[in-house]
């Protein structure tokens, strides 16, 4: 009974979901045709066992054991009118690269790059993620885009002028090092992040809002370097 609540939930969001993304499909219908794409690769090459398999790899290789403690993996999108009114916010121009650390399926980047024409960048250490989203990228030929099997512990923040945080899962270690990467960006840089204000001293607050996520309302905080 409880399962069958929990898919009915689902289901009705994804249709208001759907709803909310009318007026962006209609603006940009080659969206609908990446959606399509991704439904496709994922419903045939990737299961929740696949998921949990790399989640477990990604822990060892961060010298982690895997438990139930061990959120920094999970999984929920940003849906495309939220991380519309985000970017709309950071008023993005064409010499902007933006960066989702933490990219999952890569569809916040494919709208950046989509949507707005700006080059893109996701970064994610889940193998089927880049593998996956990268041969939709291949098969509609998109430019601009750079989908990265990586620890973004790993990047240089300072090449982005842009930087998305959905960090609402990731554990306090993750934080620390965010923050201490942060420190480094250039100026003119705007950080987006999700749920968590940001304590660096060489960002300050732009503004601070409540958009729709899978899981939720969540707060938005976004912050320019300088
Ligand atoms: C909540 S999902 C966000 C997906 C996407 N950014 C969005 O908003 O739709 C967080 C993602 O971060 C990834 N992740 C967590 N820690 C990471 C790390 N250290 N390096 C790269 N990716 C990481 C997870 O695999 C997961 O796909």
């Not at 607050?205 to 899978?214: N, P």
């Amino acid at each position: 009974m409880k399962l069958i609540v929990v898919g009915l939930f689902f289901w009705a969001q994804s249709v208001i979901f759907c709803i909310k993304n009318l007026p962006i499909f209609f603006k940009h219908p080659y969206l609908i045709y990446i959606d399509f794409w991704l439904f496709i690769y994922y419903f045939f090459n990737f299961s929740q066992e696949k998921h949990l398999v790399e989640m477990k790899q990604a822990c060892n290789k961060k010298g982690w054991s895997f438990n139930d403690d061990t959120s920094d993996f999970t999984y929920g999108e940003t849906p495309y009118f939220t991380i519309r009114n985000i970017l709309k916010s950071v008023s993005p121009t064409a010499n902007d690269t933006f960066v989702d650390l933490g990219s999952g399926k890569g569809r916040c980047v494919l709208f950046a790059a989509c949507y707005f024409g700006l080059e893109a960048v996701g970064v994610d250490m889940i193998p089927s993620f880049r593998i996956l989203s990268s041969k939709v990228v291949n098969r509609l030929s998109l430019t601009s885009i750079n989908l990265v099997e990586s620890d973004f512990e790993a990047i240089n923040f300072d090449n982005y002028s842009i930087i998305y945080i959905c960090g609402t899962c990731f554990g306090k270690e993750t934080w620390d090092i965010i923050h201490s990467k942060l420190g480094a960006v250039k100026t003119g840089t705007r950080v987006v992040s999700v749920t968590y204000s940001l304590q660096s001293s060489n960002l300050r607050m732009v503004s601070a809002s409540v958009e729709r996520f899978e899981w939720g309302l969540d707060k938005v905080y976004i912050y320019q370097c300088g």
